[in-house]
């Protein structure tokens, strides 16, 4: 046997303990509600699309503004005669020269056979009575860009609260599952003491099986909050514009701290910062744009016009023709139509002052209707906190006087599962209290 050999292989066999033992265990990864806020917003593709829609009608302004510049036009058209064209000229007919007589002197035939022709018409037209129409056109996209950028922050406000509340579910569900492996590990060790009672006759086989049964149900509902959690999670890497399996924990959120906001404070400031109000009033400047972009109508078109055409193989008309001169072009009578489309942008101006209103009463109603909610959120965790801690007092009693067996088990499962329905009503009032804080902030406008 080679002892060196064996020793070797041990020693080898030590070095790698050694060196993976060094190595620490992959942490996951970490987020604040903050760090989850910023990159939703950085990178949910709901808010990147509204960021885009921002972009395209910057684009479609640039575009508009290039009308008001001469446009520059080729038309070519090649051809070929299908059968023989005859230009007929009767005598005299271009008048009658005292020298040398009509002109022509005879009837004359000019015979034309078929064959490919060229004409190329190039035209360069600058717009001169159209310059007002058109600068309306880019002021109405230009208010159309203003109300893409408030569509993009109601976007924002919209997918930060969406992630706001989805942490708060997570966490939620992490303080139930965090409550279930202590229920979990208060029924093992329930089952111990009751095995040993069992065993010495002091306890019945059925107690035994109550808490094993109770021990089961516990386990089951740690495996659906186990689901949850993944499925919460699921989403939010969705909202954060990430890969939705990757891995992550939410740090936990202490109690918020006091939040105190005047009412009617509250409601200047969401009149103030709410994008919605500032979309409505974008809706009515656009319509009333509208309606001075349809009254333009009514202005006769004027171009100044510089036309050059050359004809290629074909005779007896002039190779090459240039011309300068202005083109007007107007509908006089068009049977009452612009009338018409102008009563329609007059009732979307309507419409449009309408919905500033109805958007104003919208936020005043929301807005205190967040305030009364954060205040049913605060006297909630202050009753929850006194709930809990007298819940769990009840059952460190009670299972104390168990272990003296001067209580019945019932009584120790009646309590635990009163101190785990307080401590989960406790945690659940936290998260609500920064749900509603966070629903009030949106509806105040924050950012």
Request: include cysteine; charged fraction near 35%.
């Amino acid at each position: 046997m080679n002892h060196g050999a064996g020793r070797k292989g041990i020693f080898l066999f030590v070095l790698i303990f050694i060196i993976f033992e060094g190595i620490p265990p992959a942490r996951s990864e970490t987020l604040t509600l903050e760090e989850a806020i910023r990159c939703g917003l950085d990178k949910n593709r709901q808010a990147q699309n509204a960021a885009l829609e921002v972009e395209k009608l910057e684009y479609r302004i640039a575009a508009a503004r290039t009308r008001r510049l001469p446009a520059f036009e080729l038309y070519v058209m090649e051809s070929r005669l299908l059968k023989t064209m005859d230009f007929e000229f009767k005598k005299g007919v271009f008048g009658n020269n005292p020298v040398i007589g009509p002109i022509p002197a005879e009837d004359t035939t000019i015979d034309t056979e078929p064959r490919f022709a060229t004409y190329a018409l190039a035209r360069i037209t600058q717009p001169l009575s159209q310059q007002y129409r058109i600068g309306l056109g880019i002021e109405y996209l230009e208010v159309s860009k203003d109300l893409a950028r408030e569509a993009l922050r109601i976007s924002r406000h919209t997918v930060a609260n969406e992630i706001k509340h989805n942490c708060f579910e997570i966490l939620d569900l992490q303080s139930s599952l965090e409550s279930a492996r202590d229920t979990i590990a208060f029924y093992r060790e329930l089952r111990r003491v009751v095995e040993n009672f069992v065993r010495q006759g002091t306890a019945l086989e059925v107690d035994r099986m109550e808490v094993e049964a109770n021990l089961s149900r516990a386990e089951d509902e740690k495996r659906t909050l186990e689901n949850a959690i993944r499925s919460r999670k699921e989403n939010l890497n969705r909202l954060m514009g990430r890969d939705i399996e990757r891995t992550f924990d939410i740090v936990s959120i202490p109690e918020p701290a006091p939040f105190e906001i005047d009412g009617e404070q509250a409601v200047m400031r969401a009149l103030k910062k709410r994008p919605e109000i500032e979309e409505a009033r974008l809706r009515i400047e656009q319509a009333e744009c509208g309606k001075k972009l349809k009254k333009a109508e009514y202005i006769p078109d004027l171009d100044l016009s510089l036309n050059y055409g050359r004809l290629h193989n074909v005779e007896v008309l002039p190779e090459e023709t240039a011309s300068v001169g202005l083109v007007l072009t107007w509908e006089f009578f068009d049977w009452g139509r612009k009338q018409r489309e102008l009563g329609e942008r007059e009732r979307t101006i309507l419409q449009a002052k309408n919905g500033l209103r109805e958007t104003e009463a919208l936020i005043l109603s929301d807005v205190r209707f967040r305030l009364r909610k954060m205040e049913e959120a605060r006297w909630a965790v202050d009753t929850a906190r006194l709930m809990a801690e007298a819940a769990r007092e009840r059952r460190r009693i009670t299972v104390n006087r168990y272990r003296d067996q001067s209580a019945l088990l019932k009584d120790v499962l009646e309590d635990e599962a009163s101190c785990r329905d307080e401590t989960r009503k406790f945690d659940q009032a936290v998260l609500g209290l920064w749900t509603a804080r966070a629903d009030l902030e949106k509806a105040m406008g924050e950012d």
